[in-house]
Nanobody, 122 residues
Framework: QVPLVESGGGLVQAGGSLRLACAAS????????MAWFRQAPGKERDFVAV????????DYADSVKGRFTISRSNVENTVWLQMNSLKPEDTAVYYC???????????????WGQGTQVTVSS
């Protein structure tokens, strides 16, 4: 059983919206900090957003602040990334990750999904 499975990616025009989902098969899901990262071709995998286990604390990369919203349900074992006002530079493979600390560094996350492609056309 794959621990994290992302869905919801696709092709959208600039200014549009997408909602990504990450379904988790993790014991005690609420104990995990959940994050979204993204990786554009030829670039590093970068932090996008993170949410604490309870959902009470969030953090965003400056490049997405005010446009993206991370949320979670500890009943549905799912974390979402609502992406609005999308720009061509948001084009990337988006990954969800599970870890133990509210951190922006990839090093703090031990479990990763397979990724979902988001393409924003101009």
């Amino acid at each position: 059983q794959v621990p994290l499975v992302e869905s919801g990616g696709g092709l959208v025009q600039a200014g549009g919206s997408l909602r990504l989902a990450c379904a988790a098969s993790l014991r005690t899901f609420s104990a995990y900090v959940m994050a979204w990262f993204r990786q554009a071709p030829g670039k590093e995998r970068d932090f996008v957003a993170v949410i604490s286990g309870s959902g009470s604390m969030v953090d965003y990369a400056d490049s997405v602040k005010g446009r993206f919203t991370i949320s979670r349900s500890n009943v549905e074992n799912t974390v979402w990334l609502q992406m609005n006002s999308l720009k061509p530079e948001d084009t990337a493979v988006y990954y969800c990750a599970a870890g133990g600390s509210l951190a922006r560094s990839r090093a703090f996350y031990s479990t990763w999904g397979q990724g979902t492609q988001v393409t924003v056309s101009s």
